[in-house]
């Protein structure tokens, strides 16, 4: 099993930033991927990007450019960093690992991104 722990999310300006953290329960080299959605009011969960155990990484053409994926393997620890974020960004934010033949997914976090 895999637990996960995001964190980050808040209240951020247009063209501001935001960094999301993932806290998995487990070694993150042993899960075939770690992926960030999100999900706005009234619209379905959407991929963001993904990081794969060797380290590829996968973004939506949405967020190409703007938003970066790492990872902190000592802390297990997945990052979501979200910079010139617009109105448009504004949603729940939820972190899943694909971990054999199963997949976790964190309880979410929100942003808001508004003047």
Do not use: H
Not at 43 to 60: K, P
């Amino acid at each position: 099993q895999v637990q996960l722990v995001e964190s980050g999310g808040g209240l951020v300006q247009p063209g501001g930033s935001l960094r999301l953290s993932c806290a998995a329960s487990r070694d993150i080299f042993s899960i075939n991927v770690m992926g960030w959605y999100r999900q706005a009011p009234g619209n379905q969960r959407e991929l963001v990007g993904s990081i794969t155990s060797t380290g590829g990484t996968f973004y939506a053409d949405s967020v190409k450019g703007r938003f970066t994926i790492s990872r902190d393997t000592a802390m297990n620890t997945v990052y979501l960093q979200m910079n010139s974020l617009k109105s448009e960004d504004t949603a729940v934010y939820y972190c899943r690992a694909a971990f054999g033949v199963r997949d976790y997914w964190g309880q979410g976090t929100q942003v808001t991104v508004s003047s």
